[in-house]
């Protein structure tokens, strides 16, 4: 770039004493010095900028353009000349600075045409100052100059040609300019407040300029002095935009100056908020969002500690990567618009602020994720020193001994019993010379309950951190598991014993006689054939009767019309048997043999109650299938009052109910009947 700048600069040096020469010796200016001095101060004010521009890769191309327009600047100074030729190719030349002048207020100030509306006033632009000039030239002589050359490129004199092509070139510039104005003004309405403070100056000298080449154009119909004064005021005009241009690099240069005020406030943010305020003072974004990148978790956080998509929100915006000791600690997300440069020094002054920041956010985020697995823990958590002070605490204060303010401060030794504080003190010490964890279960007394706790204790630095549990619930179940299998193996032996009584005093004695009965039919076979033949009847009755008692001992271990047909033909048998009317409503679909047999015999315990003690004049069965469980009812309309831990066959149903994970319930008021419903899953 130092190439191109040096080239501008010695080829601006060269046209301007070309066009010194040629308006100093002209015979047909009447001001030279006036008009050299106006137009040196245009074509110096777009060089300036150009070279300014070309100096910084960002605005390269932009640079290059303005200075094609202060160059081509000086093309008006061949029609100063007193060579004819030289006056006609300074007649055909004129219009191109202006072209080049449209074309860099168009790429401003993204450096390229980005829109077909765009490209078309900047082909326009060109086509009118490249072909308007040549008709003009080709039809007719040169008019409102009577000291200038003859123009040599004249070919046929027509004043029609020459009024058509007025008309057309008028036309075109009228398109250019409303063109150029509707592109100015759209831009200016989605400019981002940042990108509204770079366009402004440009935009309104270049909009002045335009409103001054319009009435210009149309004044030189009317008025050759006020055309001659409009178009002097278009030279001042235009020689202000690359001014207006000029100030905004000079407002980014100042704000780079101020990045070494932005590491002092860097400095003093206290946190991450300060911090996004001083860079968006540096930067004059007010929309800037900075985060933080954790490495560790792979994710970006805003200055809340909230993830943040910055893919997302850099749609239609820059991402400024910060970097510390080669890896990335911090994005801001700023306006496009905004310098890159200067955003790039911005990133470096903040590199070390940002890397101690996102240090810090690690540990909010670390600690933050501790704190919510805390605080979902539903345990009691006690701070304590090795001599058993309570140093903090946290959980229900329903489940501490003493009160809170009362705690804090305290001694075990002074809030729980004698051994439960001794065996605390142990653990503690334990914890704190080993390092590992020590675990215990204790019980207290709190509001009148008697309550069990498990206690895990580790270290921490030179304190202990005790984890308590009410394991209360637990303590409870595993107790009723215990008892339940006590009854369950009661219960089987008492089912040995009464199948071994009721074989023993029912089929077992009919067998034996049935076996006497047939012997003795043998003895009297011969002698007596009448009385054989009636022990042999007998033992037939026998036989019968010893076949429907096995028959009935069978049913009561497991009733084989319930494994054949399912449980609603059993429950038909079983309604049939019963002393008092039942209705009965089972679901078509079978049900899990161990589900069937459960609700079988719940059934058929309920209404052996309801026969032994209910006094009920009838029974309501109900099974149905709902969520995944099977729900079974049994409702009486008897004297209630019964009670599952009073025996009467139903603590049996409970253990049988509970051991295929379902559930029983016995409602039972006295005078309002009884209701059995039992749940037991049957996916």
Known sequence: MLRARWAIILTAVAFTAIALALVFTSDHESTPAFTAAANLIVAWSFIACGVVAVSRVSDAHFGLLMSAVGLTWFLSALTESNNSYVFSVGNLLWGIPLAFFIHALLTFPRGYLETKLVFATVAATYGLVSIGPLLFSVFGENTGCEDCPPNEFVVTKSQLAIDLTGISFIAVGLFVCGATIWVLVRRWRVASAPLRRILTPVFVTSAIAIVVFLLAAFVSAVSETASSVLWWLLLFAVASVPTAFLVGLLRTRLARASVAGLVLELGEARDPESTQDALRKALGDPSLRLAYWLSDRSRWVDVSG???????????????????????????????????????????????????EQSIQVVRQSESRYRALLNAIPDLMFRMSRDGTYLDFKGDRADLAVPPETLIGSNARDILPADVADRLLTGIAQALDTGEVATGDYELTLNDVRRTFEARIVRDGDEAVLIVRDISERKRQEGELRSSRVRLVRAGDEARRRLERNLHDGAQQRLVSLSLALRLAHARLRDSPEEAERLLAGASEELAQALEELRELARGIHPAVLSERGLSAALEALAGRARVPVGVTVPPDRLPPAVEAAAYYVISEALANVAKYAEASAVEIRVTRQNGRAVVEVADDGVGGADPTRGSGLSGLVDRVEALDGVLQVESEPGAGTRIRAEIPCE
Do not use: K, M, N
Not at 314 to 338: K, M, N, P, Y
């Open 306 to 356: 909230w993830e943040l998509d910055v893919e997302a929100e850099s749609q239609g915006r820059r991402t400024t990567l910060v970097e510390h000791d080669g890896e990335v600690v911090a994005a801001f997300i700023h306006d496009s618009s905004l310098d890159a440069e200067l955003a790039g020094a911005v990133s470096a002054a903040a590199s070390l602020s940002l890397a101690r």
